[in-house]
């Protein structure tokens, strides 16, 4: 019986890096578009608040995700116009936007903090797959939001390596310059893949509040937008080494919880609360370590905003 | 290439020479403006009267002795975390851990007055003082080495460990350092009267603020008039010029980040010995993330911190007064975040102005 406490816990793993999952997906959008967004825990926030706050109304958990997604994606094109167009520091502008972001979603989640939702995504076991022995019950009896995570993933690695438009991403973060002689639009494409890596963060955070919580919080990422920005450098880039690393964090996070019940230990639970960051942190250390031995790594012009008139 | 994007573009942005001064004046005071209004947005949107909300909260920030005094007792942990920041963010040091430092801060001045509760004021203030900018900087060292040492990106470590921090105060002030007679409450037992800040005119106004302006000034001085300075601007213009002039970048990643929280950490040993003359659970609400606003507000000067900072204490105290009629605490954060994008966004007219009409002078298209 050991085996099956086993298999719950790595089930319940794939659920709580779901959230990260999706958000690092976003940021790898991003960032290989030449952008760096640290807004993502205020998006992730915004499209808790507003999935949680419509699904609730409308009893419609899916209507509560596209809203989300809308919602994310506005303020993402906000960071984006900014960045962008009037070429603002990303940092500070990021920053700002997981301030306002954190703001906004207070102000419009008060009224709702700690309701439950009363319908939420219901799990969905999938026949055949779920029959396989251990991997279908960590993996193959979730709700359709992770499974959109299973078929995302793969598609975006595909959608980076092996499309034309891929290739066109991968170009304007490493030289924009270069990619804009030939005849690439830097400035739509950095739009369009700031904003939907925005709506993926929103996704992530209405995941939360949708399915994992499910209720709302305030601040209820508890720094999950930050670690997906740690993560994604810790998965150079990659959206399958992304949905390792969500998965381990999520691991992490499940493992803190479960013995925190498990009384016999007697850690004391802030030192298991603080185990995700220090394991960012640590991560963080040694994939850029590993990055600069091996030469591989961020997008070239990741961070720059892009100037025509000074190219 | 580059002559006909010129010519097809009709508005033009140019970089001058020098930035506005006009520009660097107006856009402030203009984003707080748009800010306001964009908060009455949605204040009307959640059936709140936006203009009565904004006067009950100017009101509660300076419509009194009390509330003014209170102005100041914010501004002091935002002047001191905003100062550290300032000189951190001029070296193009991304610290976020402001909050984080100034926990440690917290934790480091409450060890020393519930550690020696015996000592009299004139050893314990400095003692408590010195533990204090210790504790901070040290935080601070930690993404500081990784940092310098191996390029780890400080944002993300600086910010992974203000929650760190947080939890390390949480768990002193719920576990072994928990006030036996404090009815449950996640505090420690209260330090002695000489652990105390001295207050002034009878207010809460405490001694934090003369470390502020003392801060401000010792700051001045070493980014002007010192060789270190010199140092830290030159790297924050450019750190391969740094590099080449023989500037060691590393080293000074250490000090300014130590220094960076110190100020920080200053901040958090003002809070428990000034306001709350004990350790709890929320020491700060935020002060170390406010403070970058503040300081990115006052163009990372240190008078200028000062100043921005007494504005949004009283931004804090206006929030604190209509909490009470209902008005969600969020605001004053909502309002911070909508300042810092008005300004960010207003900067390119400091360093740019709008042309109209095609480019002149520029026939060779480079």
Known sequence: MENSIWIATLAAAVTAGTPILYAALGEILAERAGVLNLGVEGMMLVGAVTGFIVAFLTKNPWFGFFMALLASGA??????????????????????????????????????IGIPLPVTFKTFVIPGLSQIPILGTIFFKHDPLIYLTYILTPFLWYYFYHTRPGLNLRAIGENPAAADAMGVNVFALRYFYVILGGMLAGAGGAYLSLVYAPTWLENMTAGRGWIAVALVIFAVWDPFKALLGSYLFGGVDTLAYSLQAATAVTIPSFFLKMLPYILTIIVLIISTRRTVIQRIGAPGALGIPYNREER | MAVSSATRSFIRWEKRLQPSRIMSVIVPVVSVILALIIGAFFLSATGFEPLKVYEKMFNGAFGSRYGISETIVKAVPLMLAGLGISVAFRML??????????????????????????????????????????????????????????????????????????????????????????????????????????????????????????????????????????????????????????????????????????????????????????????????????????????????????????????????????????VPAATVSMLQGAILFFLLGGELLTYYRIRFGPKVGDVNGK
């Open chain 2, 93 to 326: 040091l991304w610290n976020i851990g402001a909050e984080g430092q100034l926990y440690m801060g917290a934790f480091g001045a409450s060890w020393v007055a519930l550690t020696f509760p015996q000592l009299p004021a004139y050893i314990m203030l400095p003692a408590m003082f010195f533990a204090g900018c210790l504790m901070g900087g040290l935080w601070a060292l930690i993404p500081a080495f990784f940092r310098a040492k191996w390029e780890v990106n400080e944002v993300i470590t600086t910010l992974m460990l203000n929650y760190v921090a947080i939890f390390w105060v949480d768990y002193l002030v719920y576990g072994p350092w928990k006030d036996p007679e404090g009815f449950n409450f996640p505090l420690t037992a209260s330090f002695s009267e000489a652990a105390t800040l001295p207050t002034i005119f009878g207010t809460r106004v405490h001694l934090g603020l003369i470390f502020a302006l003392v801060s401000a000034l010792v700051l001045a001085v070493i980014l002007w008039h010192t060789r270190w300075g010199y140092e830290i601007r030159v790297i924050g213009e450019s750190a391969r010029a740094a590099h080449y002039a023989g500037i060691n970048i590393k080293r000074n990643i250490m000090l300014v980040m130590f220094l960076s929280g110190a100020l920080a950490g200053l901040a958090g040993m003002s809070e428990v010995a000034g306001i709350a003359h004990r350790l709890q659970h929320g020491i700060s609400p935020g002060y170390g993330y406010t403070a970058i606003i503040v300081a990115w507000l006052a163009k990372l000067h240190p008078f200028m911190i000062i100043l921005v900072s007494f504005f949004f204490g009283a931004l804090i105290v206006g929030g604190y007064s209509v909490q009470i009629s209902g």
């Open chain 1, 75 to 112: 303020v993402a094109s906000v960071f984006a116009f900014l960045t962008i167009s009037l070429r603002a520091n990303q940092v500070v502008t990021g920053l700002a936007l997981t301030i306002f972001g954190t703001g906004l979603s207070g102000f419009l989640g008060k009224a709702y």
